[in-house]
């Protein structure tokens, strides 16, 4: 009998009747492993009894609502991550610099800029038009654009010149500033007593074609016709279904690149990975990298076994597979569950529900509804008459509208939430992923978010980091010299494919950026002029054909102005739909922009005899050929003692009076060389094909 089936039997939860098998000491790996008949009757009578107290009891699973009391030391959601927390210091008022002081009329005009020092923000300071500064920096050898960054001193010099003394706020956020201190305002860590058990958060990993999206739509379709809820379901990164009564929330971009650009930037939101293994193909090099990808971020793994509907379905051979990559499966005796599936038919997705919802319970995922939201964006993208919106997933507190939001380096008040029914909600629980309107911009994929209660604080904060994002962006421009600009040169010898990429979502963004990045080449590099959400316009059409970029467009179509502009500037759009196909067209064409190699073949040499002036067409070498051929096509070399004279194609190749197409070793010929006749004899001509070769990457 399964673990599983003895705690539904006897009303207890899982990891209680775990905890009291380990109790009685019989060992246990997982939660669905078969007990025997001796340690089912022993838990029977010792259950059956009126329950001793215990330090670990907790609710039976079919009231999953009901919080938990929190006897075992509970951990918060995303607990994985969670730094030590901090009660933050009383905030002062925070205090804003002045961006520029009038001072009294003798003494000289002071601005004050702070972050980086930009062409156009120093040009509006200094009183001037931003191409009066480009002018003037040109003059002093520096080539700046307007949107670049401009040394500290080369600034100060320049309203110098203008009568105005310019300082910098070095360090305006330094460890006592109050944006600072609202950087780390961390809440306090949640009281065991308020936190609450919230769905599992699940993504889909595996090989490509083993049925990842088909088994996400056939979870997703199959409960929203259970569901009564009205709307019309909303692709919003996420879904949460449930199932006996209990949530489970699917992150809806299968695959690893996806998870793992989430992961770079810190949001660990799986806390369980489904490996997707097709049954009639086994293991593949993508499953075995995607099963790497989860084990680095230490999320639980179930594997489902699909396609179980085809005659050649081998679950055996997929568990083997398994067992031989460290990942024994839990029926035999190891840890993992597997779950053989068809997205197809259906069968086996209850059960694997089920496993999901056991793994959870066993993880214990808690998080507090109370205080302020905080979480991480799954996507986020430009839509029309909504402007920017996030997919947001709270991991801590409570989202309400009218919220204000601090993502990355944008701000704003929760105009509305939307959940995945496309229905308008009020508030935001713990694992529940939701549209949220009123950002001030489109924030990147895996970026945290957090509410503020002080708008200004939230205001300021993003302003900083606005200006750090620009810092990191821009290159400071240099002086350029002729020696620079050699050195460039010399250094270029390597090859560069530049791109412009425009996507549906900041998620497909990275995920294709960071394929790209994974071909490797010494030879040619890729570089990307502009990366973007949204459609194709008119204005990355000019920057292509002023960049010689090609555009690359994922999920997104051309705008009418960019179709006319493309004809004219004859730039190369190319628009898919598969990750993988970008990666294997963009792959061949940089193997397509290698010139061919080309290899010299010997092929035979001869030695001039005697030399046949011809009347003003130079001369004529008699030879015998004393090793291989020659081909009249063939290039020839002319060798006087050891040292080459001439390298060039023959003019004639003639046997007698009569030119032939090839002459053999030991047969005589004459020749004519192309520009060459001062022959001696004694000369060796050598002669050679050139071959050529395509070069790898
Ligand atoms: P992904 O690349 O992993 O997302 O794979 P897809 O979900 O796109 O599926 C790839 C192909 O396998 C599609 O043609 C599906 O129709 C097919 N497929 C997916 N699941 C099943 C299944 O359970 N049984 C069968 N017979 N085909 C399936």
Redesign the pocket.
């Known amino acids: 009998m399964r673990l599983y089936d003895l705690a539904k039997e006897l009303g207890v939860s899982n990891k209680d009747l775990m905890n009291r098998l380990q109790a009685a000491g019989i060992a246990i790996k997982s939660v669905s492993n078969s007990l025997d008949e001796q340690a089912v009757l022993r838990m029977r009578n010792e259950i059956g009894k009126p329950a001793a107290p215990t330090t670990t009891a907790t609710p039976p699973v079919s009231t999953p609502s009901e919080p938990t009391p929190p006897a075992t030391p509970a951990k918060e959601s995303q607990s994985k991550s969670a730094k030590p927390e901090v009660k933050p210091p009383e905030l002062p008022a925070p205090e804003k610099a002045p961006v520029s002081a009038s001072p009294p009329e003798d003494k000289p005009k002071v601005i004050i800029m702070r972050g980086a020092i930009i062409v156009r923000e120093l040009a509006e300071q200094l009183g001037l038009k931003p191409n009066q500064l480009i002018t003037e920096l040109m003059m002093m050898n520096i080539f700046a654009s307007i949107n670049e960054r401009v040394d500290l001193k080369v600034a100060q010099q320049l309203a110098e010149k203008h009568g105005i003394l310019l300082e910098h706020e070095k360090k305006l956020i330094d460890q006592k500033s109050p944006i600072k201190k609202a950087e780390d305002d961390e809440e306090e860590p949640a009281c065991p007593e308020d936190l609450e058990i919230r769905p599992p958060v699940v993504t889909?990993l595996?090989?490509?074609?083993?049925?990842?999206?088909?088994?996400?739509?056939?979870i997703r379709n199959t409960s929203v016709a259970k569901s009564e809820a009205g709307g019309i379901t909303q692709h919003i990164g996420a879904y949460t279904i449930e199932h006996h009564g209990r949530k489970i929330t699917f992150l809806d971009t299968?695959?690893h690149a996806a998870f793992t650009a989430m992961r770079a930037r810190g949001a660990n939101l799986t806390d369980i990975a489904i490996i997707?293994i097709?049954?009639?193909d086994g293991i593949m090099p993508q499953t075995e990298e995607a099963i790497k990808h989860a084990q680095a971020a230490q999320t639980t793994i179930i594997a489902a076994i699909?396609?179980?509907?085809?005659p050649a379905a081998n679950p055996d051979r997929v568990k083997k597979q398994l067992q031989a990559i460290g990942l024994p499966p839990e029926d035999w005796g190891g840890t993992v569950i597997c779950c053989p599936?068809?997205?197809?038919?259906g069968k086996g997705i209850d059960h694997l529900l089920e496993m999901i919802l056991l793994q959870s319970e066993m993880l214990e995922l808690k998080a507090t509804h109370k205080g302020r939201a905080e979480g991480y964006t799954i996507e986020a993208q430009m839509e029309p008459g909504m402007g920017p919106t996030a997919h947001l997933m709270v991991t801590r507190g409570t989202l309400h509208v009218g919220d204000v939001l601090v993502c990355g380096p944008f701000c704003g008040r929760v105009k509305a939430l939307i959940n995945d029914h496309g229905i308008k909600i009020r508030t935001a629980l713990p694992s529940t992923p939701v549209k949220c309107l009123g950002l001030s911009g489109v924030p990147q994929a895996g970026e945290k978010f957090k509410v503020y209660v002080n708008e200004k604080t939230a205001r300021e904060l993003v302003e900083n980091r606005g200006t750090e994002l620009r810092v990191q962006q821009l290159a400071i421009p240099k002086k350029a010299s002729l020696q620079d600009l050699f050195a460039e040169m010399s250094k270029s010898q390597q090859l560069e494919l530049r791109l412009i990429l425009k996507c549906d979502t900041q998620g497909s963004l990275e995920a294709i950026q960071k394929a790209l990045g994974e071909i490797k080449s010494d030879k040619v590099a890729i570089s990307f002029v502009l990366t973007g959400v949204g459609n194709i316009n008119e204005n990355d059409v000019l920057l292509a054909s002023a960049s010689a970029a090609i555009i690359i467009g994922f999920n997104i179509s051309k705008e009418n102005g960019a179709v006319q502009f493309e004809k004219r500037e004859g730039v190369e759009i190319r628009l898919y739909s598969i990750i993988y196909d970008i990666v294997d067209q963009i792959r061949e064409a940089m193997t397509g922009m290698l010139a061919p190699e080309l290899r010299e073949k010997f092929v035979g040499k001869a030695e001039v005899r005697q030399i046949f002036p011809i009347s003003k067409k130079g001369a004529v070498a008699g030879c015998l050929m004393i090793n291989g051929r020659v081909g009249s096509r063939c290039k020839a070399r002319v060798v006087r003692k050891g040292d080459t004279l001439y390298e060039g194609s023959l003019l004639s190749l003639r046997r007698f009076q009569d030119d032939v197409s090839e002459v053999r070793e030991g047969q005589e010929c004459g020749i004519r060389l192309d520009n060459y006749s001062a022959f001696e004899a004694g000369d060796s001509i050598e002669f050679f094909e050139v071959e050529k070769f395509a070069q790898k990457l």
């Open positions: 889909f595996g090989h490509i074609d083993h049925g990842k999206t088909s088994l996400l739509d056939r299968p695959g997707v097709a049954a009639d699909n396609k179980m509907d085809l599936v068809s997205a197809q038919t």
